[in-house]
């Protein structure tokens, strides 16, 4: 109900903006530039600074502009050379050849530079009306200050005269060498987009809902999660879907497994983490004592923000459970302890099984034996539980289920890899009463990489949705990797904005607050 009342504000919210209202405290209604920033806000084009102010009147970086026009043009990133935050469309932008190497060189030392008006017409042209023309007699009659021009942008200034996207100044200057403010720079981006008939979304990806002030659905809200029938339920009964994001290994990439990094998950709507622990793979097991500090730092940081966290076994290459049980069980009785108190915490006892396992002969023995060792000191949280081929393997599971109550099975897939077939294996399951949980699932190839597939993605969520599945999305990083969230070099110790995210990254948490 409260995420009805969510969505229903959220909607409002979009009204407000589409209606030039101020979406940022330095855009005043009313302004010149009121309704350009606002539209391009509400196309998802631009975002402002995470102090939720625009700066308006701040000379646009370079930067900034090439990762405008890569979202008008639909342009995506491409592996970059430095670690900022726009690298990947920068590069991307240069091999497209909206610019020359020594204008933005891919190096990176102008990239925060404010950009020129004759560099920025260039750009926009080629990015949105590469077949615009304009004839040199009539255009370069209408600047007065022509000669100040660079020769090498003629063509693309007197395409842009032709066409309406770009005026002179009150004295019909151009002035190339100058600079040109956000705000104006809205005004060109918009008249370039209605001139070229639209936003270019080869692949729509979705914006995600502007930052909420808190997750909705917490622990706060839920309390001591229960398993009824197939449906997962909060304290009340009622059914409970989480939402959230699965870390990247905490032995690669603990830092986004970071207080802020949770936090920021969590203000996009989510309210589910998980910590994924690899066993093998350099993980737990050969640094049992830094790994465990790992996850209860990044579980208490979860739990502080009123998240529901996961703690992953993370079997990977080890893909028989039973090979490390003893140490599973430790390790588990000690988490179950040290949260004993704490309904926010559910246990993933094998990531994902995979090679010469069977249900029988392996994965359920292991699970009977590390579920007792939960269950004595937490007797009501939820347990999932994985399955042959990588957790696939429902089917088999829904044959020969665990005894044990509030305990879920879970599914694994990856939009690129997986499809119908393993969506009628879900609802297989589901008909046979076997509870399903969604612990990972990656927009991209089962590799991790490939892609991006958002339209199978979507086709995939919609699926869960439609039956309330919960789903953590893997993963929470900046891995130069498709199924990663975000962009290459993004922070994990501050705020994030669009900019940080990508394309999976953007389609996911546009998906958290779904109700
Ligand atoms: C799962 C694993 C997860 C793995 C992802 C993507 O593996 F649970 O650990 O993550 O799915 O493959 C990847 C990372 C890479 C990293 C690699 C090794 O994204 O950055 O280098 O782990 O640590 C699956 C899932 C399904 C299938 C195969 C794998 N499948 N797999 O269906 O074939 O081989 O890892």
């Known amino acids: 109900m409260k995420r009805r009342v969510a969505a229903g504000l959220l909607a409002l919210a979009c009204l407000l903006i589409l209606t030039g209202a101020a979406r940022f405290s330095d855009v005043p209604e009313g302004s010149w530039y009121a309704q350009p920033v606002g539209e391009m806000a509400a196309k998802g084009l631009i975002s402002g600074y995470p102090e939720g102010v625009f700066g308006p009147g701040d000379p646009i970086t370079a930067a900034q502009f090439v990762a405008i026009a890569a979202r008008c043009a639909g342009l995506a990133p491409v592996p970059g050379q430095t670690g900022h935050w726009a690298a990947g469309s920068l590069q991307a932008a240069l091999q497209a050849g909206w610019y020359d190497w020594d204008e933005i060189p891919p190096t990176g030392e102008r990239f925060d530079q404010p950009i020129s008006r004759q560099l920025a017409v260039k750009i926009l042209m080629r990015a949105l009306l590469p077949q615009a023309r304009g004839d040199y007699n009539t255009e370069s009659r209408k600047i007065r200050d022509f000669s100040q021009l660079d020769g090498r942008y003629y063509e693309p200034v007197l395409a842009a005269y032709a066409s309406g996207v770009v005026s002179g100044d009150n ?171 704490q309904p926010g915490v559910l246990y993933e006892i094998c990531n994902e099984p995979n090679g010469a396992v069977t249900w029988e002969g392996n994965v359920k023995p292991y699970a009977q034996r590390v579920i007792a060792a939960i269950r004595k000191s937490s007797p009501r949280s939820v347990i999932l539980v994985g399955s042959p081929t990588w957790s696939q393997d429902i089917h088999l599971a829904a044959q020969s289920p665990l005894e044990e109550d509030n305990l879920m099975y879970t599914l694994h897939f990856y939009a690129g890899t997986h499809g119908e077939e393993l969506r009628r294996r879900v609802d297989s399951a589901l008909a046979k009463g076997l509870p399903v949980f969604v612990s990972e699932w990656g927009t991209s190839r089962a590799d991790g990489s490939g892609g991006v597939f958002l339209e199978e993605s979507a086709q995939w969520l919609d699926f869960l949705d439609r039956r309330g599945i919960s789903w953590a999305n893997w993963s929470l990083c900046d891995k130069n990797e498709t199924s990663a969230a975000l962009r290459p070099g993004t922070s994990p110790d501050r705020a994030w904005s669009r900019e940080d995210l990508s394309q999976s990254g953007a389609f996911v948490f546009s998906r958290f607050a779904m109700s």
């Open 171 to 341: 004295l019909g200057n151009f002035n190339p060498q100058n600079g040109l403010s956000r705000a104006e720079a809205c005004v060109m981006f918009l008249q370039a987009i209605r001139r070229s008939g639209g936003v270019q979304t080869p692949t729509a990806v979705p914006e995600p809902p502007p930052p909420a002030a808190a997750a909705q659905g917490g622990v706060s809200e839920h309390g001591w999660l229960q398993v009824i029938g197939t449906q997962l339920c909060g304290e009340d009964g009622q059914p409970v879907v989480l939402r959230g994001m699965s870390s990247h290994g905490i032995q690669w990439y603990g830092q986004y497994a970071s207080p802020q990094s949770i936090q920021n998950t969590a203000q996009y709507g989510a309210n589910l983490f998980r910590v994924a622990m690899y066993t093998g793979e350099n993980g737990y097991l050969s640094n049992p004592a830094a790994i465990r500090q790992k996850v209860i730092q990044a579980v208490d940081g979860a739990i502080a923000c009123n998240l529901y966290v996961i703690i992953d076994w993370h079997i990977l290459s080890d893909g028989d459970p039973m090979t490390c049980v003893t140490q599973a069980e430790a390790f588990f009785a000690e988490m179950a302890e040290r949260y004993r108190d």
